[in-house]
């Protein structure tokens, strides 16, 4: 696994700030970011993108995660979400079900508040009971 430095954990806050400075979430009015760092040490970011039939609207971790799948990134060593809220945002159902599909259930997700304070949890911890590939042997 990642050693997740402190120097590595600013370096994604910042990236993920930046990225939620690209939200475009004129219905919610609540922006978020997202970082994700492949195996490769490579980081790709994601923003919240909206729209008017609001099922349509997809989900700063997931934008992240296609974005790095779009590269050719298979693996991935941390997330970090970062939005507007004074408190830590969590990623919603919808995205720890999409995360699953190539991450790892230790792989850290790191939640932070609109300041950068940050909790960090295992997606195991986030997505118990999990249903991924290995449960369709
Ligand atoms: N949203 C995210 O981008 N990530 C989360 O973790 C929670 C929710 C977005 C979806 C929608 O654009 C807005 O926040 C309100 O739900």
Redesign the pocket.
Known sequence: MMELSEELIFGLIDAAKKAREMAY?PY?G?R?G?CIVADSGNKYTGC?V?NASYGA?V???RTALFNAVCSGERSFAALL?I?DSEDI????GI?RQTLLEFISSDMPIICCDKNGAFSIFTMKELMPHSFTKENMK
């Open positions: 979430a919610s609540f978020v997202a919240n909206e609207c989900c700063a971790e979400v939005s945002t969590f990623p919603c995205c």
